[in-house]
């Protein structure tokens, strides 16, 4: 998902970074006048971007036998859209390259535009082009979240070949890294698709001001939550699986192909962190730890409100 530290030449690391800025600086305005008009809306942008921790946390099997990371940002994408998106992902990438020695500072504009404005912009198109065509909200939601992982590693394709075109050109270079990339994506993709799907339509069970994404309300809450801890048992299964296994993840397989084009290419900085693969389970573990504990909070916190809501409405 990430292009990893020095693994892009400082041009292009610049490049990014000027196209992503614009983006970033409307998004904290997006994010400043949401808080001041929709005060309310506070706690649920933490919570798209605690979704976000979360899912992007999981290293998750892959084809190929390799490894890789869902994005989480089709929550955030649907519910707030491109700008706030943005905002959200760089905090989740500031995070894993301080934190986590995951991606980088010097390709942090590289994977800005690529997981928190190339794929959510998509994302968005997709979402609407489902919803009027008449596709239940669920569906929508799918085709949303699905996109925005897909799309990230197919912009993430296209950057790194555009830094190494290699002796057959750009195009030579971005079937590569496609390889490398978005086509051993797809099954996480669609994972992260019935996740996210899953996810915001207990969102609208428990908020009512969500109503207007039109979710069918859940009438058999027990299995629900049957599924959603099958679902939480096979994710957990699928990461002590890539840990026992030891599968190599796609962003070091993105760098060896980088290598393999260019041979004469030498990352030009290194990560601030070297961490081992126990450090790296733990710092995983805890960025997600993290965000779970911020959906719970919420969640708790509006089944308290609905509660106390329903009370005086009883008393009256």
């Not at 994010?31 to 919570?47: D, H, I």
């Not at 190339?118 to 968005?124: E, L, V």
């Not at 710092?283 to 909070?297: D, E, H, K, N, P």
């Amino acid at each position: 998902m990430h292009i990893m530290e020095g693994f892009l030449p400082l041009e292009w690391c610049i490049l990014w970074t000027l196209l992503s800025l614009p983006v970033l600086v409307w998004g904290f305005h997006r994010l400043r006048t949401v808080f001041r008009e929709q005060p309310e809306k506070k706690l649920m942008v933490a919570v798209a971007g605690a979704f976000m921790f979360v899912l992007s946390s999981l290293k998750l099997p892959s084809l190929g036998g390799s490894s890789s990371h869902p994005t989480g940002a089709g929550v955030s994408s649907v519910l707030f859209g491109v700008g706030i998106t943005s905002v959200l992902t760089t905090v989740v990438l500031l995070f894993q390259a301080l934190l986590l020695a995951h991606g980088g500072i010097t390709t942090l504009g590289a994977n800005i535009f690529s997981m928190g404005i190339a794929g959510p912009f998509c994302a968005i198109i997709v979402y609407k082009a489902v919803t009027r065509a008449g596709a239940r909200p669920s569906v929508s939601v799918f085709a949303a979240a699905f996109t925005a992982d897909i799309m990230t590693y197919v912009v993430t394709s296209g950057q790194l070949a555009l830094a190494f075109p290699g002796e057959g050109g750009a195009w030579a270079s971005f079937q590569v890294f496609m390889a490398v990339f978005a086509v051993t994506q797809l099954p996480l993709a669609v994972v992260e698709g019935i996740v996210t799907a899953m996810f915001i339509s207990y969102l609208v069970s428990t908020r009512p001001d969500l109503a207007d994404l039109r979710f069918p309300k859940l009438r058999d809450k027990r299995a629900m939550r049957l599924v959603a801890a099958a679902t939480i048992l096979c994710l957990v299964g699928a990461v002590a699986l890539v840990n026992i296994a030891g599968l190599q993840g796609t962003d070091d397989r993105g760098g060896e192909a980088a290598l393999e084009i260019d041979p004469d290419y030498a990352p030009w900085a290194d990560s601030l962190l070297s961490l081992d693969d126990a450090g790296e389970i733990i710092l995983f573990a805890l960025q997600g730890l993290i965000g779970a504990t911020i959906i719970v909070y919420a969640l708790m916190r509006w089944r308290k409100h609905r509660s106390e809501g329903a009370s005086d409405a009883g008393d009256r």
